[in-house]
């Protein structure tokens, strides 16, 4: 059950009714919401007060908490949705919001302006405007920085942020992201997992991280990054358990004979694409490219846009993916039910099934205690590692670059998810 605040009101100065609450979580639970699964696991969503909303579950769901939050859930007025059905968050309708600030202005591939939100009922925000720019190119980014065009960046590839800190300040924040590769164990070759364990040894996930990603990453053990466990379970016992699970040096005599024992011993042809927003991902792929060639497979890598690579990963549509994830919560089970669980068929892109996997985090969802629910998920990461569905390159830091008189406050993993524009600061000069 959820309460609304009293005097919330949009950023056109209508109130925040349940009537807008209960629209705006019908349009994330849409089939062509890309935020439908997040809500796949709700019976009813029903006002049940004046300013009273409850949820109704499937079935127990401890991580559902998370749900109603920025990441998964984005609250508009009714009468915006209906006016503006299938085209919300576009440049002609912009989006309506009640948080701290209204976006003014929206150029695809270009920029989103924002102003300060004059009904927001919180603290007022410390700048009036302010513009995020979309600018691909590295250099054009840094010689606008250079030049005073802008004022920052956010979200900076590690490759480059090193080339800002003699213009800007340079920050570093573990941001509980993974870049993985997804093997479709349902599809040749990779449902042979002698070749997934030949691709695992092909990889030098250690010289990715140093030499692609500057030692601004490590490389990773599974898809959940150790901070994501905080609340359920102690540092050591996380470190413990993931220096047991299955390691795979780069060793390409260990790959070739991993590979002769497969049904694909005189190799293939295959391809992978990176977005062009993941340069460092484009490095790792040609470095895995530049191995596997020596193994007799080719890797044709190629570079898509941001849309198609997102359109594209979805489970089936190709052999081998990137996995490039950013965790909107924090807490383990965002990761493990939507890529390890059977029945998760829009996004577990290995099409992985693993009877201990699954009943550990049907477990874990019926569980409200922090340790038990800990423990269980604990479990499926170590079943599915065993199986190696995905191959885990690097668990990634963001790079933040600001101007001088301007800083980040609370720069975590989670600065970037909700009213992230308030935490920028002009400081005192």
Do not use: C
């Amino acid at each position: 059950m959820y309460t609304l605040r009293r005097g919330a009101r949009f950023s056109d100065g209508t109130e925040v009714t349940t009537d807008d609450v209960l629209a705006s979580v019908e349009a994330a639970r849409a089939d062509s919401s890309s935020l439908a699964y997040a809500w796949a696991g709700v019976a009813s969503v029903k006002a049940t007060g004046a300013r009273e909303i409850t949820v109704r579950l499937k079935e127990p769901d401890a991580a559902f908490a998370w749900t109603p939050t920025p990441g998964t859930l984005l609250i508009s007025s009714k009468a915006f949705l209906g006016k503006h059905k299938g085209a919300v968050g576009t440049p002609k309708s912009l989006l309506l919001g009640s948080g701290p600030y209204r976006i003014t202005s929206f150029a695809a591939d270009d920029h989103v302006r924002l102003e300060r939100n004059d009904a927001w009922w919180g603290e007022k925000p410390s700048l009036r405007s302010l513009t995020l720019s979309f600018v691909p190119d590295a250099g054009t980014r840094q010689v606008a920085m250079e030049s005073g065009s802008i004022d920052g960046a956010l979200d900076l590839p590690s490759d480059e942020a090193r080339g800002w800190e003699s213009t800007a300040r340079v920050t570093y924040t573990g941001d509980r992201s993974v870049v993985a590769l997804a093997f479709d164990t349902a599809q040749a070759p990779f449902d042979d997992v002698h070749v997934r364990r030949a691709f695992a040894h092909a990889a030098d996930r250690a010289g990715m991280a140093d030499g692609i990603l500057h030692g601004k990453a490590d490389v990773a053990a599974t898809l959940v990054s150790p901070d994501m466990w905080g609340d359920l379970l102690p540092a050591a016992d996380v470190e413990k358990a993931y220096d047991a699970l299955p390691a795979y040096a780069f060793d390409l005599d260990a790959a070739k004979a991993e590979l002769a024992e497969s049904k694909h011993a005189d190799g293939f042809s295959l391809s992978l694409t990176y977005p062009g927003s993941g340069p460092q991902l484009g490095k790792a792929a040609l470095a895995l490219a530049a191995s596997l060639k020596k193994l007799g497979i080719t890797l044709d890598v190629k570079e898509v846009t941001l849309e198609q690579w997102i359109a594209d990963l979805v489970p089936g549509r190709k052999p081998l993916q990137f996995l490039w994830y950013f965790p909107v919560t924090g807490d383990p089970s965002e990761l493990t039910n939507a890529y390890l669980d059977s029945t998760a068929t829009a996004t577990n892109l290995p099409h992985y099934e693993n009877a201990e996997v699954d009943e550990a985090l049907r477990a874990a969802r019926s569980t409200t205690g922090r340790a038990e629910r800990g423990e269980h998920l604990l479990t499926a990461v170590r079943a599915a590692a065993d199986d190696l569905p995905y191959l885990p390159l690097w668990w990634a830091r963001t790079a933040t670059a600001l101007a001088g008189d301007l800083v980040l406050t609370e720069p975590g993993a989670f600065a970037l998810i909700g009213p992230w524009a308030t935490r920028l600061k002009k400081t005192a000069s």
